[in-house]
């Protein structure tokens, strides 16, 4: 399928010009609907959210979903500088005022939840409500890695991809076999159904998108050391028990520099709980963004 066949009836895609870059963006609910932000994380795009999309703008969100810098469609800078996490929170932001929208809720899963900590971290009176998903608080993750070694040993990967061109040769080979394996080896089974992993593979070969997207991971490595960030926009933490990569004791940390903020952990979910358990994500989002009407 192409782009625009995954796309459904009432969903709107567009690209818009933020912060140096052009993104491209998915909209759908009612045009005056309360603006709703939702980040996807690596390796996916928009379309992570295809099972949340319409549920939440059928109940009355305006949802905005961008390809983040460096994924699919949008626009894919070259310089590693280009992925620095204050950089990735600032597309945010301009992507909202670019949009009309001085104040909106936002939804991040995995490497869009590290930009939604930061966002609301850095521009606290423009976040309405929060929710992550499966995302540790950039100043935990670090100090959790060091003081827990089962924790690094599943971080492991984002060391592999520190390394020059090696992660690009290796996960890339035959049509990003070894990329594909990864996401269904991490996932549960039905995750994934038939041709999904198709629709990645063909955002992931757009030129210069997979080394984009692995320059997140490089950029964060040279971030200088921050205090604890505290986070004040209210907040719900979503973490699969089984999540092979973060374990939740960086979800209970990262609570920890919250104000105001309640941790749910899913049994049986994986680090694919948005695609695992689709009902309970949006149920559970809404509850939280609808408790101040």
């Known amino acids: 399928m192409t782009q625009a066949e995954i796309m459904q009836p009432g969903w709107n895609s567009r690209f818009q010009t933020v912060n140096g870059v052009n993104l491209h963006v998915v909209e759908a609910g009612p045009a ?24 939440l703008a059928d109940a009355g969100f305006r949802v905005i979903v961008p390809d983040m810098r460096g994924y699919n469609l949008s626009e894919a800078p070259q310089r590693l500088a280009d992925y620095h996490l204050d950089v990735l929170a600032s597309d945010v932001t301009a992507l909202a005022s670019a949009l009309g929208h001085d104040r909106f809720d936002l939804v991040g ?26 995302a540790p608080h950039p100043d935990v993750f670090a100090g959790q890695i060091l003081r827990h070694p089962t924790q690094a040993l599943r971080s492991a990967y984002a060391m592999f991809f520190q390394l020059p061109w090696l992660p690009e040769a290796t996960l890339g080979a035959f049509r990003f076999a070894g990329l594909r394996k990864m996401m269904a080896a991490t996932a549960r089974d039905g995750a994934f159904e038939d041709g999904d992993l198709d629709h990645y593979v063909r955002a992931w070969e757009r030129p210069r998108r997979f080394t984009a997207m692995l320059n997140y991971y490089r950029a964060l490595r040279r971030r200088k050391p921050h205090g604890k960030s505290r986070v004040t926009p209210p907040t719900l933490v979503l973490w699969g028990a089984e999540d092979s990569a973060l374990e939740v004791g960086v979800a209970r940390e990262s609570v920890k520099l919250c104000g105001d903020a309640r941790l749910e952990v899913l049994p049986d979910a994986t680090h694919w709980l948005h695609l ?8 559970l989002i809404l509850d939280h963004l609808q408790r101040d009407g």
């Open 32 to 55: 005056g609907g309360r603006p709703l932000i939702l980040l996807h994380g690596f390796p996916e795009f928009w379309w992570a959210w295809r099972r949340q999309i319409q549920p």
């Open 276 to 283: 695992e358990e689709p009902e309970w994500v949006v149920d």
């Open 109 to 134: 899963h995995d490497w869009g939840g590290v930009v939604a900590w930061w966002v609301a971290v850095r521009d606290p009176s423009r976040v309405r409500r929060l929710v992550i998903m499966d």
